[in-house]
């Protein structure tokens, strides 16, 4: 069956490093893979997409990377601030459906 | 743009009741909508996808006469628990579709917290 794995611990860092979440699945061949982050108690925010054909996007202070032949994606947030303490989901897309890790928990300490 | 509302942001209710959560894309419309449920510290769960117009697809495992969902009109969509139970407590997100978006984006609602005691 599919399985999407995230490092469920929660990734404490220090502001201004480089934060990096991995994401790894098996038994799924996606057509994309997307980020998001969720805060306590509220819905999922969209920040990235990657499709099954690109190596790598960036927006702003985010990079995703995508392998599909190591079958994983990494999320790297670079100059980390308190306020990107969330936890961050990985969600794999293919036809209508999307299907979601548990997320990994990142604290960025001051 | 893009924003989806849900409505109540929380609810507690009595064993045995029923209750509606309400989905609304505000400045698009949606043809999909979808309902998720999120148990704490797991993953969100595609419970069910909703096309305007026609009856609801479930998720294997999820009951559709418990868990009713209408998307009568491109803008909302409804899941109601029926005679809701304690196991029936979590989070509940519903995310929609733009009629006029790339098929593989989806906005999420801010989720409803149920709690049934």
């Avoid at chain 1, 998001?36 to 960036?58: A, H, M, S, T």
């Avoid at chain 2, 209750?19 to 704490?40: G, H, N």
Wanted: proline letters at 4%; one cysteine or more; glycine letters at 6%.
């Amino acid at each position: 069956s599919q399985k999407i794995e995230q490092n469920s611990e929660a990734l404490n860092i220090q502001e201004g490093k480089t934060a990096t979440l991995t994401c790894n699945y098996t038994n799924y061949s996606p057509a994309y893979l997307q980020w998001y982050r969720q805060d306590p108690g509220r819905g999922p925010v969209f920040l990235l997409l990657i499709r099954e054909n690109e190596k790598e996007k960036r927006k702003e202070r985010l990079k995703v990377t995508f392998d599909t032949t190591l079958k994983q994606s990494l999320f790297h947030i670079t100059a980390s601030q308190p306020a990107d303490s969330a936890t961050y989901l990985c969600a794999l897309g293919g036809y209508q459906k999307v299907t979601f890790g548990i997320g990994t928990k990142l604290q960025v300490i001051p | 743009g893009a924003v989806v509302s849900q409505h109540p942001s929380w609810v507690i209710c009595k064993s045995g009741t029923s209750v509606k959560i309400e989905c609304r894309s505000l400045d698009f419309q949606a043809t999909t909508m979808f309902w998720y449920r999120q148990f704490p510290k797991q993953s969100l769960m595609l419970m069910a996808t909703s096309n305007e117009g026609s009856k609801a697809t479930y998720e294997q495992g999820v009951e559709k006469d418990k868990f009713l969902i209408n998307h009568a009109s491109l803008t909302l969509s409804t899941l109601t628990v029926t005679s809701a139970h304690p196991e029936d407590s979590s989070f509940y997100i519903c995310s929609a579709r733009d009629r006029l978006g790339p098929t593989d984006t989806q906005y999420f609602g801010p989720g409803t917290r149920l709690t049934v005691l």
